[in-house]
């Protein structure tokens, strides 16, 4: 834990060694579970990554 801390690494408040999992089964289960509307998600999931990402950016600023 520290070891993460002193290296800069925050994932929403979590270590990256455990986020980075999670966020690679769901990118890889997404296209195949959702294809029949992945032209819908596509640009959603976009802009929720992306609000995501400056969510734990503000978050790891404290």
Do not use: H, K, Q
Request: aromatic share 12%; hydrophobic share 55%; charged share 15%.
């Amino acid at each position: 834990m520290d070891e993460a801390v002193e290296d800069g690494v925050c994932v929403g408040g979590l270590p990256e060694y455990l986020m980075m999992p999670l966020i690679s089964i769901g990118e890889s289960l997404m296209p195949r579970l959702l294809t029949p509307i992945t032209l819908f998600l596509g640009p959603v999931y976009g802009w929720l990554s992306a609000i995501f990402a400056v969510a734990r950016l503000w978050l790891c600023s404290f």
